[in-house]
């Protein structure tokens, strides 16, 4: 999950921007392109002064149960997702966000981090796992500038997986740097989603 006017790392993947609740008015998108089963597309930071970059995805061969165990499991997505070094839950309180910290790594750039206050619900069959960035950030580290995103997985009505992911960053040098290298990184880390998820038990 990487938000940042550097391109590198997703997840992230600052906020005081969030993202509009599924069913409300969203930012307009604009297709991008079609890859791992899935649309990607950008929406154009010129009201919001940041992109938003989502994927709607279809994975017919899929559970998803499956595709969840691998989104819940937040101190293992460093093992799943290759542009993050580390992601350890640093607090977790009964009622209130847990907050995961995480840092970004990108070759070429340098590594950054932030901690993030992640939220979990689940609508009906959906499961909607969402994060921004805390309120509190260590001073230490170099620190992202925005880091909002969220992941919806259900299952599809036709059996399967049908999965949205959205995340928000900087555009910088004009937004053509940044969206090249965050469209490339939103692409690997939805296939290296994809494959974590095929390649654990059904149990």
């Known amino acids: 999950m990487r938000v940042t006017a550097v391109p590198i790392g997703v997840l992230a993947l600052g906020l005081a921007l969030a993202f509009a609740p599924s069913g409300q008015a969203g930012p307009a998108f604009h297709d991008l392109k079609e890859a791992h089963g899935c649309s990607f597309l950008i929406s154009d930071p010129r009201e919001s002064g940041y992109h938003t970059l989502r994927a709607e995805c279809d994975w017919p061969k899929i559970a998803a149960a499956r595709v969840e165990r691998v989104i819940v499991d937040l101190s293992g997505w460093d093992t799943t997702f290759s542009h993050l070094s580390r992601s350890v839950v640093i607090k977790e309180d009964e009622g209130q966000p847990l907050v995961l ?80 290298g965050e469209t490339a990184a939103t692409l690997r880390l939805i296939e290296e989603l994809y494959l974590k998820a095929t390649s654990i038990s059904s149990g």
């Open 101 to 180: 910290r995480v840092g970004y790594t990108g070759k070429g750039f340098p590594d950054q981090s932030a901690d993030l206050s992640v939220t979990q619900e689940r609508r009906g069959e959906t499961l909607v796992l969402s994060w921004t960035k805390a309120p509190q950030q260590r001073s230490d580290d170099l620190i992202v500038e925005i880091d909002t995103g969220r992941f919806e997985v259900s299952p599809a009505p036709s059996g399967g997986t049908r999965l949205i992911f959205e995340r928000s960053f900087e555009p910088t040098g004009g937004g053509v740097v940044s969206k090249s």
